[in-house]
């Protein structure tokens, strides 16, 4: 399995991949055959949310020159199939959205184990990034959520990276949080417990069949309550 874990995979609401540190560059080289793409839900009981969107990241691949023969939405209308789906899948795409909604989906559907073997291209979304994880450390998304880390929920995740991911950083991180501070300074608060890598949208965690991790693009390692930027964009 090859794996491209994003922050995002184009611009908002735009169908259109990010051109930007060879994402799409190696998505060609990884996909070189007409396409078989299975959309993975985040909300599977929301379609009037789950379509629009994955319909634009189809769009997205044409747009870029993918031959996508076919295209396949997994939710609650075709759970049951999911085997059968990802097994006939070259290409998963796990949506962006709420985190633990998605988690419980995968443990559904029993994602993690269909992976196993599976032998073509992830793309994580956000959310789906997130929950790729081994464990996945879930920061308050929600004004009642706790704003202590200590009570931050930790899922089980995918086992497809050792890696705590944020998405949209280069949004996030100036965001209020409901106690008066910041996202930042909450994930820093956050990095005491675990440590974090956090991604700007158009950045990725890239892994090779061989399961070798290369972080693309801009990026920042926050531990110990302190931020680094490790990455910066490919020219």
Not at 15 to 35: C, I, M, Q, S
Not at 61 to 84: C, H, M, Q, S
Request: charged share 20%.
């Amino acid at each position: 399995m090859i794996c491209f874990l994003t922050s995002a995979t184009g611009p908002y609401q735009t169908p259109a991949l990010y051109t930007e540190n060879h994402f799409v560059d190696r998505l060609k080289a990884a996909l070189p055959g007409p396409v078989r793409g299975l959309w993975v839900a985040n909300d599977p009981a929301t379609r009037e949310t789950t379509v629009p969107f994955a319909l634009e990241v189809r769009d997205a691949f044409v747009n870029a020159g993918f031959p996508v023969e076919a295209y396949t939405i997994l939710d609650d209308l075709n759970a049951k199939d999911a085997a059968r789906l990802v097994a006939g899948a070259n290409l998963i795409i796990l949506s962006g959205g709420e985190i633990p909604v998605q988690s419980r989906f995968f443990e559904r559907i029993g994602l993690k184990g269909l992976l196993q073997g599976w032998n073509g291209v992830l793309v994580g979304i956000s959310a789906g990034s997130m929950n790729s994880a081994d464990t996945v450390l879930v920061p308050p998304e929600a004004p009642e959520d706790p704003m202590d880390p200590d009570q931050w929920p930790v899922l089980q995740g995918l086992g497809l990276t050792e890696h705590h991911l944020i998405p949209h950083f280069q949004y996030l991180r100036s965001q209020p949080t409901p106690n008066g501070g910041t996202v930042e300074a909450l994930l820093l608060e956050g990095s005491r417990r675990w440590p974090l890598l956090a991604l700007n949208d158009g950045s990725y965690i890239f892994k090779d069949a061989a399961g070798n991790e290369t972080v693309c693009g801009e990026a920042y390692r926050i531990a110990d309550g302190e931020i680094v930027q490790i990455s910066k964009n490919e020219a």
